[in-house]
């Protein structure tokens, strides 16, 4: 059995409110959630899944492997963080580019700080997810 992209791309989308997502070809926002995907099996060094064994039927990829739900969803955790490391890295630009003063006057630091919060609550989520993955099957009568 197998697990395609496009059931952690649902996971990831549902989770985020980015409308210009909506305004994309479907074969773009494949191409833009792929992005986030890699960056997601990156740092997932935990699955004990190999993530990085991929195939293709019919013009959708798929994990060679079935993946549980948690497996997915942490997978859609890590592309959140990716996306939202974006959003942080635009904002900063942005404020380089338009100068301290007048960037705090359009409330573009609270912006960053709101972004930079949840920032450190997805990763707090992730590795809690990703502890209780490691140890689900974790017994002590073997000791």
């Known amino acids: 059995m197998s697990t395609a ?6 996971k990831f989308l549902r989770d985020i409110d980015d409308y210009e997502y909506g305004l994309v070809e479907q074969d773009e926002l494949d191409d833009i959630c792929y992005e986030f995907l890699e960056f997601a099996i990156s ?8 993530l990085e064994k991929i195939i293709e039927k019919d013009g959708e990829k798929y994990f060679e492997e ?5 497996e997915q969803e942490i997978l859609a955790l890590c592309m959140r963080l990716s996306w939202l490391n974006q959003k942080l ?9 338009i100068g ?3 960037y705090n006057a359009v409330q573009g630091t609270s912006y960053i700080n709101a ?3 949840l920032e450190e609550r997805i990763e707090d989520k992730i590795r809690t997810y990703s502890v209780s993955y490691t140890y689900t099957d974790f017994s002590l009568e073997d000791w």
């Open 115 to 117: 972004i930079s919060k």
């Open 100 to 102: 301290d003063r007048d």
């Open 43 to 50: 740092e997932f060094t935990q699955c004990e899944k190999d």
């Open 5 to 10: 992209f496009s059931k952690i791309y649902k």
């Open 66 to 70: 079935d993946l549980t739900l948690k």
């Open 89 to 97: 890295y635009n904002a900063d630009l942005m404020m380089k580019n």
